[in-house]
């Protein structure tokens, strides 16, 4: 069973993110957070036409085994994501985030998960077996959470539909945490107020890392809806949040912070979170 249990893990131990990630703990989240939270960022690879039979996979098998290491405060939640718009070409298309309140889970976040109580009568090693089987992880990535902004009332992670993984790899003197908390987090926010979002967030990379790294951190846009992407009046809400800044002022600030490297868009299938 342990050899088992350290091949899985070999094989599972990237996003993003995400700022619906433990939202549902969080009463008023305008205000700046001591919490520290990490994710842990699984793309997957599924090849065409079955994807349907991972989704089922996840959904049966591996969704009652998270809610177990929520329920035992391993984790404070697990999401299943669906990276849209991709094709056999693609890297990846589908992804997992694992989400930690305490460091020292990360390397412990199965221990003492009895599988057989959750699945009786199900063979254990066979179950591994499908799941390696089912995808290929492409690639995983230990993130930390930065700053966030939700709504007043919380709730946003039952709201959140659809996230924009925005990879960004800043300049070098330009700021580019400064510049998300001052310009970034008070749009955000506005956009939220209008209900144009249900939350944004700010990651950056704890591993891998490095200066040769495509990006090295991740802001993360969340909707209600498909339709509300690209809906919210940006400008109108940098002004409310930024009365008395000029636009043209604040966008050589963004600019010469970062550059974006690529936007994708994440549809939520599924979740598992406290009870």
């Given at each position: 069973?342990?050899?088992?249990?350290?091949?899985?893990?070999?094989?599972?131990?990237?996003?993003?993110?995400l700022?619906?990630?433990?939202?549902?703990?969080?009463?008023?989240?305008?205000?700046?957070?001591?919490?520290?939270?990490?994710?842990?960022?699984?793309?997957?690879?599924?090849?065409?036409?079955?994807?349907a039979?991972?989704?089922?996979?996840?959904?049966?098998?591996?969704?009652?085994?998270?809610?177990?290491?929520?329920n035992?405060?391993?984790?404070?939640?697990?999401?299943?994501?669906?990276?849209?718009?991709?094709?056999?070409?693609?890297?990846?298309?589908?992804?997992?985030?694992?989400?930690?309140?305490?460091?020292?889970?990360?390397?412990?976040?199965?221990?003492?998960?009895?599988?057989?109580?959750?699945?009786?009568?199900?063979?254990?090693?066979?179950?591994m077996?499908?799941?390696?089987?089912?995808?290929?992880?492409?690639?995983?990535?230990?993130?930390?959470?930065?700053?966030?902004?939700?709504?007043?009332?919380?709730?946003?992670?039952?709201?959140?539909?659809?996230?924009?993984?925005?990879y960004?790899?800043?300049?070098?003197?330009?700021n580019?945490?400064m510049v998300?908390?001052?310009?970034?987090?008070?749009?955000?926010?506005?956009?939220?107020?209008?209900?144009?979002?249900?939350?944004?967030?700010l990651?950056?990379?704890?591993?891998?890392?490095?200066?040769?790294?495509?990006?090295?951190?991740?802001?993360?846009?969340?909707?209600?809806?498909?339709?509300?992407?690209?809906?919210g009046?940006?400008?109108?809400?940098?002004?409310?949040?930024?009365?008395?800044?000029?636009?043209?002022?604040?966008?050589?600030k963004?600019?010469n912070?970062?550059?974006?490297?690529?936007?994708?868009?994440?549809?939520?299938?599924d979740?598992?979170?406290?009870?």
């Amino acid at each position: 069973m342990k050899k088992f249990y350290l091949r899985f893990r070999k094989a599972v131990l990237y996003v993003l993110v995400l700022c619906m990630a433990v939202s549902f703990m969080q009463k008023n989240c305008f205000a700046q957070q001591n919490e520290t939270v990490f994710i842990v960022v699984d793309l997957m690879k599924v090849k065409s036409g079955d994807e349907a039979k991972y989704v089922d996979l996840e959904q049966k098998i591996w969704k009652p085994i998270h809610q177990e290491r929520i329920n035992q405060g391993l984790i404070v939640g697990w999401y299943l994501y669906q990276v849209m718009y991709t094709g056999d070409d693609d890297s990846y298309n589908f992804a997992t985030v694992n989400v930690y309140t305490d460091p020292s889970k990360l390397e412990t976040s199965y221990e003492g998960i009895d599988y057989a109580k959750i699945h009786p009568g199900k063979d254990i090693n066979k179950i591994m077996e499908t799941t390696l089987n089912a995808r290929t992880i492409v690639k995983e990535q230990l993130m930390r959470r930065v700053n966030y902004a939700d709504p007043e009332d919380g709730g946003s992670a039952a709201l959140t539909k659809y996230i924009i993984v925005n990879y960004m790899k800043s300049k070098a003197g330009g700021n580019y945490v400064m510049v998300e908390n001052d310009i970034g987090k008070p749009t955000a926010i506005e956009l939220i107020k209008n209900g144009d979002r249900t939350g944004w967030s700010l990651w950056s990379n704890v591993f891998p890392s490095g200066s040769g790294m495509e990006s090295n951190f991740v802001t993360v846009d969340s909707y209600s809806d498909f339709t509300k992407i690209g809906s919210g009046n940006y400008y109108e809400a940098v002004q409310k949040a930024l009365p008395g800044k000029k636009l043209s002022d604040l966008a050589e600030k963004i600019v010469n912070s970062r550059d974006m490297v690529r936007s994708e868009l994440w549809r939520v299938i599924d979740a598992a979170s406290a009870e």
